[in-house]
């Protein structure tokens, strides 16, 4: 596809390094030329120093030939005003990220009347995914296929749980889950493991299965497996806004530190259910004041990343509250991966992801099957839905006579919405979505699980 990206902030050199790595051809518009220097020096992307919003730089970067344009600066208006500006020059769909939360409530008008196919916002995208794991705390992270009826859960393997030292088919045959281990991070090393993989205790491992059995298998294991019923959200800004509301619907308590007065002022008109503290979060005493070490959620949202994740830490020594960080700006994932702070939150990679299944869908009208796409194990593999629309090599053959390319794994298959855990004497038939986990790049066709 050729793709617009206007911003060349956070979110458009993520998404120039995502998009590029599956062989778009980019064009990423900025004024910032020392911005577009360093991205066209690690990426293979074209760049244009200008306003996104001018008809003719938009000529320049291509726009009749287009087939997408994200806008991505840092201005509400403005990106609205690049996508207002592309439809009129050019035949593409457009994308922008709106982050203003009055905007929030007229999303649906605003992409009627100016005719953008998405609206990104990604404040309440991070509140989502915030809100998506206190629904199961035991997560690291959770991911959704099959419209929900499949789940893929990432979670930390701790010595009380027994499973150290066993291979995969092991604890299959012990437990009798209907689950699928389907990824395995050990240190920097990203594994998709086999049934002969043994697990070791400290493992990051995700697993493929319905919610019930995910449930079950958490049960089994003894671990707890129900929604966290207190939060206390460091940080009153429009994740934590979003957040709150989220979880104030739930029925979960809600306290939140904040230590603008003014800001404190707005979120109790905002949100009088939730009790607003204001004050310093970074103050250990006011923590322990305010119920840290009962509290069963803590969520580091300061605008902040060194505060996030220092508090974080002190949550984890101080309680046995499920801790979760939002990490904006720094970039040692190793590092920040070999802390033991429960979920980071990263919101440039929420939105990147967003907009590239998107992309992905967009490709079904062009050849591509692809219906839902995760960057997952640390961004280093990715996890697939395939719509299979018609019989092919791939389909009527049991999966143990596939010829699958080697670190890719069929972990799930939705028939008529029944959810198939695969194992070998399995197969495909057409009508099916497929779930695929790989750390192969850029499968766009369910044929492209086969070695050629």
Do not use: W
């Not at 939360?101 to 605003?110: A, D, M």
């Not at 709150?244 to 230590?259: C, P, T, Y």
């Not at 980071?344 to 009208?365: D, E, F, M, W």
Request: hydrophobic fraction near 40%; proline fraction near 2%.
């Amino acid at each position: 596809m050729n793709i617009i990206i206007i911003g060349c902030g956070k979110v458009g050199a993520t998404l120039a390094e995502q998009l590029s790595a599956e062989n778009h051809n980019i064009v990423i518009v900025d004024t910032d030329e020392s911005k577009l220097e360093a991205v066209s020096s690690t990426y293979d992307v074209m760049t244009l120093t200008g306003n996104g919003a001018s008809f003719n730089v938009q000529q320049e970067a291509g726009i009749k030939n287009a087939d997408l344009l994200i806008a991505v600066t840092g201005s509400d208006e403005l990106n609205l005003l690049c996508c207002v500006i592309a439809k009129k020059s050019g035949r593409c769909n457009t994308i922008a990220r709106v982050r203003n939360s009055l905007y929030s409530k007229e999303i649906g008008f605003i992409k009627r009347q100016l005719g953008i196919s998405m609206i990104i916002n990604p404040e309440l995208t991070t509140a989502l995914e915030i809100s998506k794991i206190l629904r199961f705390p035991s997560a690291i992270k959770i991911d959704t296929f099959a419209k929900g009826r499949a789940e893929l859960m990432k979670f930390k393997l701790k010595p009380e749980f027994g499973l150290g030292g066993m291979s995969v088919q092991d604890i299959s045959d012990r437990l009798k889950c209907n689950i699928l281990v389907c990824g395995v991070e050990r240190g920097e090393e990203v594994f998709i493991p086999n049934g002969n993989f043994v697990l070791q205790d400290n493992d990051s491992v995700s697993i493929m299965a319905s919610p019930k059995d995910t449930a079950e298998f958490f049960r089994k294991i003894g671990v707890v497996t129900h929604r966290v019923k207190t939060a206390l959200i460091i940080g009153g800004g429009k994740v934590g806004y979003y957040l709150a509301s989220q979880l104030l619907d739930m029925g979960i308590r809600v306290r939140i530190i904040e230590k603008d007065r003014s800001r404190c002022d707005q979120l109790s008109e905002l949100l009088p259910k939730a009790n607003i503290i204001c004050g310093d979060g970074t103050d250990q005493a006011l923590l322990m004041e305010e119920g840290l070490p009962h509290a069963q959620s803590v969520i580091s949202l300061t605008g902040l990343d060194e505060e996030n994740l220092l508090l974080s830490l002190f949550a984890m020594k101080h309680s046995t509250a499920k801790v979760i960080a939002k990490v904006n700006h720094i970039a040692f994932n190793d590092i920040i991966g070999g802390l033991d702070i429960g979920s980071v939150i990263y919101p440039k990679y929420l939105t990147a992801n967003k907009i590239i299944k998107y992309v992905r869908g967009a490709q079904n009208s062009m050849g591509s099957n692809v219906e839902t796409l995760y960057k997952i194990l640390d961004n280093q593999a990715e996890a697939l839905e395939f719509s299979i629309r018609q019989e092919s090599a791939v389909t009527q053959t049991p999966l143990m006579d596939l010829n699958l390319k080697d670190y890719l794994l069929v972990c799930c298959i939705n028939r008529n919405g029944q959810i198939i855990i695969p194992r070998g004497q399995d197969y495909i038939l057409p009508g099916d979505t497929v779930m695929v986990v790989t750390t192969q790049k850029g499968l766009r066709d369910i044929s492209d699980i086969l070695k050629k």
